[in-house]
C-alpha cells in the first residue's frame, strides 16, 4: 500500500481535479506534470520512495477519488477516499 498523500499534496491534486477532471488518462501532460511535482516534493520523506510513488496512475487514482465525491457528477469514482480526501473537498470545492 502506497502512503498517504499529505495535505498540500492533495491540494494539488483537487486543484488538478477542477482543471482538467478525472476523465483524463494517466498519461495525460497535466497529470504527467503533476506527478513530476510531486515526486520533487520534499514531503512525505519517512522512507525510501518506490519508483510508483506519486506516479501519473497514482494521480490519476486521486483523481478518481475526488470524482467519487463531486455532486455535480454522477460517476461513481473510487470508493476508497480518504477522511484527508474528504477535508480537502469541503474546504476547496
Not at 1 to 26: K, Q, T
Amino acid at each position: 500500500m502506497g502512503r498517504s498523500w499529505e495535505r498540500d499534496e492533495l491540494i494539488l491534486g483537487l486543484d488538478l481535479y477542477f482543471r482538467v477532471g478525472a476523465r483524463v488518462p494517466s498519461d495525460d501532460p497535466a497529470v504527467v506534470e503533476i506527478s513530476h511535482l510531486l515526486r520533487g516534493l520534499p514531503l512525505n520523506q519517512g522512507n525510501p520512495r518506490s519508483q510508483t510513488f506519486r506516479s501519473p496512475d497514482s494521480v490519476h487514482l486521486k483523481l478518481q477519488n475526488f470524482l467519487s465525491m463531486d455532486p455535480a457528477h454522477h460517476a461513481k469514482g473510487m470508493a476508497h477516499a480518504s477522511e484527508a480526501d474528504r477535508e480537502v473537498w469541503r474546504e476547496f470545492s
